[in-house]
C-alpha cells in the first residue's frame, strides 16, 4: 500500500467494556434500594457494552422496518418486516425483565433494578426501548379495571418475548402500545375525533384515524376516543380471540429523523372492537398512569443517551494527539469533556433516584408519590432538553469523524430530540408542572422538601433555592415564564441529589457552574478549581 494510505493517530475502535462499570449508576442502584440486582445489572452492562450487542444496534437501525400490508395472494395482513437483529434485542430486553417484569415481583427496589438495565441497554440501541418502555407502562393504566389486568399482566410481565400477530391466550408473553395522538390534536388528546360505539356484547367499537403510533406490531394499543359519556381509555387488540384480525389498518410507516429501528404508524380503526380501560368519560386520568412511566423512561433514555456520548468522546480523545499533544490533555478540550461527563452523572443520579421514587410509591409511600409527582415531570422537560445539545457537542468531540455514520455519532445526534417530544414536547412538559403545582400542594411540598434536604452546605444551592421561593411565590403571567421556571427545579433538583450523595468535588461543580452564574450557554465553560480529573476518571469506560 503506498505510504499515504498508512493509518495513524487515529482512535482504535472502542472495542468491548462494562457498560455498568459507572460509579453514579451503581451509587444509585445501591442507595435507591436495588444492590441485590448488581450482579444481572453488570451482567447487562457487560453485554451492553460490548461489540458484539452495538453491532445489533447498528444493523437495526441500518435495514429499517418494512410496512407489508396484504400478503402474496392479496389477503390484507398489515404487518410489519423488522430486521432479525431488532428481534434479538428486544428478546434480551424482555428476558431481564426491562418491561413489566417489576409489576410482578413483591420485592423492594425492583423498579429500581428494572430502570438501571434499562439505562445499560438503551446505551446499544435506543429504539427498540419504545415497546419496551409502553409495556412496562401498561400496567399501571390496566390495573384500572381489574378483570383486564388479571387477563393481561401476567402475559405483559412474561419474560419471553413471542413476536407475530396471534391471539394473546395463545402467546407466551405480550407487548403493549399507545395510539392516542390524532393529526388535529397532537398533545391536546382532549381534540380527539375517534368514536367508540358501545355495543350489545359489552366491548365498543372504534372508528378514527390515529396519527403517531409507535411499535404497531404490539399485541394491543392502549387508546383514547369519544365514547357517549366523554374521553375515554380503550384496550384494543391487533388479533381477536377467534384468531381474526382486529378492524385496524396500517396507512404507512411515518419516515423518521431517528428511532429508525422501531416502527410508528398512522392507523386507521373501522369498526375495531376495543375493551372499556376505567370509567367512561375519565380517560385521561386512566391514560395519564401510562404517560408517567412512559414518561421516567424518557429521562433514563436521554440519560442513556449522554452516557453513550460521553463514552465515545472520552475513548476517542484519550487516543487522539492534536496540536502537540493527547487531545484529553488539551485544557480546553479537557473543560469540554469534564462539562459532559458532568451533565451525564447529573442526569444518571437523578434518573435513579426518581427510579427510587417509584419503587417506593408503588409500595405505598405517600411522601414518595408527592414527590414522583413533581420530579419526574420537572426531570422530563429537562433532562431530555439536554440531551440533543449534549449529543451535538459529544459529536463535535470526535470531529469529522463523529460526522461519519461509522462512528456511532450521527445516529446519537438523531436519536437526541425524541425524548424531549415524546409524551409531551417541551411547553407541554412545562404546564404540566405548573398545572401539578397547582392541583397538588402535596406535591409541591414534598419536591421542596426533597430540595431542603441539601440546604446549608452550598451556598450556590441555598442562594438558588432561596430564588426559586421567590419565583414560586410570583404568580403573575405564569404560563409565559413556565420554563424558566421549570429549569430552575430541575437544576436544583440534581445539585440536590449530587450534593447529598455523590462526591464533594462532583456536586461542587455542578452548583458553581449551574447555579453560581459561571456557566455560558455551551458545554466546556467549566470555572476554574473545578477538579476535572476527577470526573473524568468518573467517565471512564472500564475495560
Same mark, same amino acid.
Given at each position: 500500500m503506498?505510504?499515504?494510505?498508512?493509518?495513524?493517530?487515529?482512535?482504535?475502535p472502542l472495542?468491548?467494556?462494562?457498560?455498568?462499570d459507572?460509579p453514579?449508576?451503581?451509587?444509585?442502584?445501591?442507595?435507591?434500594?436495588?444492590?441485590?440486582?448488581?450482579?444481572?445489572?453488570?451482567?447487562v452492562?457487560?453485554?451492553?457494552?460490548?461489540?458484539? /450487542?452495538?453491532?445489533?444496534?447498528e444493523?437495526?437501525?441500518?435495514y429499517?422496518?418494512?410496512?407489508?400490508?396484504?400478503?402474496?395472494?392479496?389477503?390484507?395482513?398489515?404487518?410489519v418486516?423488522?430486521?432479525?437483529?431488532?428481534?434479538?434485542?428486544m428478546?434480551?430486553?424482555?428476558?431481564?425483565?426491562?418491561?413489566?417484569?417489576?409489576?410482578?415481583?413483591?420485592?423492594?427496589?425492583?423498579?429500581?433494578?428494572?430502570?438501571?438495565?434499562f439505562?445499560?441497554?438503551?446505551?446499544?440501541? @435506543?429504539?427498540?426501548?419504545?415497546p419496551?418502555?409502553?409495556?412496562?407502562a401498561?400496567?399501571?393504566?390496566?390495573?384500572?379495571?381489574?378483570?383486564?389486568?388479571?387477563?393481561?399482566?401476567?402475559?405483559?410481565?412474561?419474560?419471553?418475548?413471542?413476536?407475530?400477530?396471534?391471539?394473546?391466550?395463545t402467546?407466551?408473553?405480550?407487548?403493549?402500545?399507545?395510539?392516542m395522538?390524532?393529526?388535529q390534536?397532537?398533545s391536546? /388528546?382532549?381534540?380527539?375525533?375517534?368514536?367508540?360505539?358501545?355495543?350489545?356484547?359489552?366491548?365498543?367499537?372504534?372508528?378514527?384515524h390515529?396519527?403517531?403510533?409507535?411499535?404497531?406490531?404490539?399485541?394491543f394499543?392502549?387508546?383514547?376516543?369519544?365514547a357517549?359519556?366523554?374521553?375515554?381509555?380503550f384496550?384494543?387488540?391487533?388479533?381477536?380471540?377467534?384468531?381474526?384480525?382486529?378492524?385496524?389498518?396500517?396507512?404507512?410507516?411515518?419516515?423518521?429523523?431517528?428511532?429508525?429501528?422501531?416502527?410508528s @404508524?398512522?392507523?386507521?380503526?373501522?369498526?375495531?372492537?376495543?375493551?372499556?380501560?376505567?370509567?367512561?368519560g375519565?380517560?385521561?386520568p386512566?391514560?395519564?398512569e401510562?404517560?408517567?412511566?412512559?414518561?421516567?423512561?424518557?429521562?433514563?433514555?436521554?440519560?442513556?443517551?449522554?452516557?453513550?456520548?460521553?463514552?465515545?468522546?472520552?475513548?476517542h480523545?484519550?487516543?487522539?494527539?492534536a496540536?502537540?499533544?493527547?487531545?484529553?490533555?488539551?485544557?480546553?478540550?479537557?473543560n469540554?469533556?469534564?462539562?459532559? @461527563?458532568?451533565?451525564?452523572?447529573?442526569a444518571?443520579?437523578?434518573?435513579?433516584?426518581?427510579?427510587?421514587?417509584?419503587?417506593?410509591?408503588?409500595?405505598?409511600?405517600?411522601?414518595?408519590?408527592?414527590?414522583?409527582?413533581?420530579g419526574?415531570?420537572?426531570?422530563?422537560f429537562?433532562?431530555?432538553?439536554r440531551?440533543?445539545?449534549?449529543?451535538?457537542?459529544?459529536?463535535?468531540?470526535?470531529?469529522?469523524n463523529?460526522?461519519?455514520?461509522?462512528?456511532?455519532?450521527?445516529?446519537?445526534?438523531?436519536?437526541?430530540p425524541?425524548?424531549?417530544?415524546?409524551?409531551?414536547?417541551?411547553?407541554?412538559?412545562?404546564?404540566?408542572v405548573?398545572?401539578?403545582?397547582?392541583?397538588?400542594?402535596?406535591a409541591?411540598e414534598?419536591?421542596?422538601?426533597?430540595?431542603?434536604?441539601?440546604?446549608?452546605?452550598?451556598?450556590?444551592?441555598?442562594?438558588a433555592?432561596?430564588?426559586?421561593?421567590r419565583?414560586?411565590?410570583?404568580?403573575?403571567?405564569?404560563?409565559?415564564?413556565?420554563?424558566?421556571? /421549570?429549569?430552575?427545579?430541575?437544576?436544583?433538583?440534581q445539585?440536590?441529589?449530587?450534593?447529598?450523595?455523590s462526591?464533594?468535588?462532583?456536586?461542587?461543580?455542578?452548583?458553581?457552574?449551574?447555579?453560581?452564574g459561571?456557566w455560558?450557554? /455551551?458545554?466546556?465553560?467549566?470555572?476554574?478549581?473545578?477538579?476535572?480529573?476527577l470526573?473524568?476518571?468518573?467517565?471512564?469506560?472500564?475495560?
Amino acid at each position: 500500500m503506498p505510504p499515504t494510505h498508512e493509518v495513524f493517530n487515529q482512535a482504535p475502535p472502542l472495542g468491548d467494556h462494562s457498560a455498568a462499570d459507572e460509579p453514579a449508576l451503581l451509587e444509585g442502584l445501591r442507595r435507591e434500594g436495588a444492590p441485590w440486582a448488581e450482579a444481572e445489572v453488570r451482567e447487562v452492562g457487560d453485554a451492553a457494552g460490548s461489540e458484539r /450487542v452495538r453491532s445489533w444496534g447498528e444493523a437495526a437501525n441500518t435495514y429499517t422496518p418494512v410496512l407489508r400490508t396484504h400478503d402474496r395472494y392479496g389477503h390484507r395482513v398489515d404487518e410489519v418486516d423488522y430486521q432479525p437483529a431488532y428481534h434479538v434485542l428486544m428478546e434480551q430486553a424482555v428476558a431481564h425483565g426491562m418491561h413489566a417484569a417489576p409489576w410482578a415481583e413483591d420485592r423492594a427496589g425492583a423498579h429500581v433494578a428494572r430502570a438501571a438495565k434499562f439505562y445499560l441497554w438503551s446505551q446499544a440501541e @435506543a429504539g427498540h426501548g419504545c415497546p419496551i418502555s409502553m409495556t412496562y407502562a401498561a400496567v399501571p393504566a390496566l390495573r384500572h379495571s381489574p378483570g383486564l389486568a388479571g387477563r393481561y399482566e401476567p402475559l405483559l410481565a412474561s419474560r419471553t418475548y413471542d413476536f407475530g400477530l396471534r391471539p394473546p391466550h395463545t402467546k407466551r408473553g405480550l407487548v403493549a402500545g399507545m395510539s392516542m395522538t390524532e393529526k388535529q390534536g397532537g398533545s391536546d /388528546v382532549r381534540a380527539n375525533t375517534t368514536r367508540a360505539v358501545p355495543t350489545a356484547e359489552g366491548h365498543h367499537v372504534l372508528t378514527g384515524h390515529k396519527w403517531f403510533t409507535s411499535a404497531p406490531m404490539s399485541d394491543f394499543f392502549l387508546t383514547l376516543a369519544q365514547a357517549p359519556e366523554g374521553l375515554s381509555c380503550f384496550l384494543v387488540p391487533r388479533v381477536l380471540e377467534d384468531g381474526s384480525r382486529n378492524a385496524l389498518y396500517i396507512q404507512r410507516l411515518k419516515d423518521k429523523l431517528g428511532n429508525r429501528s422501531n416502527a410508528s @404508524a398512522e392507523l386507521e380503526y373501522d369498526g375495531a372492537v376495543a375493551h372499556l380501560v376505567g370509567e367512561p368519560g375519565r380517560g385521561v386520568p386512566t391514560i395519564i398512569e401510562m404517560v408517567n412511566s412512559t414518561r421516567l423512561d424518557c429521562v433514563i433514555g436521554s440519560a442513556a443517551g449522554m452516557r453513550a456520548a460521553v463514552v465515545q468522546a472520552l475513548h476517542h480523545a484519550e487516543h487522539r494527539q492534536a496540536f502537540g499533544g493527547v487531545l484529553v490533555e488539551q485544557p480546553l478540550m479537557r473543560n469540554v469533556l469534564a462539562d459532559l @461527563a458532568l451533565e451525564s452523572e447529573a442526569a444518571t443520579a437523578l434518573m435513579t433516584r426518581l427510579a427510587g421514587a417509584v419503587d417506593r410509591s408503588v409500595r405505598g409511600d405517600a411522601s414518595e408519590t408527592a414527590f414522583r409527582r413533581l420530579g419526574v415531570a420537572v426531570s422530563k422537560f429537562w433532562v431530555t432538553k439536554r440531551q440533543p445539545a449534549h449529543a451535538a457537542e459529544a459529536l463535535e468531540c470526535l470531529g469529522g469523524n463523529g460526522y461519519v455514520e461509522e462512528s456511532g455519532m450521527p445516529r446519537l445526534f438523531r436519536d437526541s430530540p425524541l425524548n424531549s417530544i415524546w409524551e409531551g414536547s417541551g411547553n407541554v412538559a412545562a404546564l404540566d408542572v405548573l398545572r401539578a403545582m397547582g392541583r397538588s400542594p402535596e406535591a409541591v411540598e414534598a419536591f421542596l422538601a426533597e430540595l431542603g434536604a441539601a440546604r446549608g452546605v452550598d451556598d450556590h444551592f441555598d442562594s438558588a433555592f432561596k430564588r426559586l421561593e421567590r419565583v414560586l411565590g410570583d404568580t403573575e403571567e405564569a404560563q409565559y415564564r413556565a420554563r424558566s421556571v /421549570v429549569e430552575l427545579m430541575a437544576l436544583l433538583l440534581q445539585a440536590s441529589v449530587l450534593l447529598r450523595f455523590s462526591p464533594t468535588p462532583v456536586a461542587e461543580a455542578f452548583t458553581v457552574s449551574r447555579l453560581g452564574g459561571e456557566w455560558g450557554h /455551551v458545554f466546556g465553560t467549566l470555572p476554574r478549581g473545578v477538579d476535572t480529573e476527577l470526573i473524568l476518571e468518573r467517565a471512564r469506560p472500564q475495560r
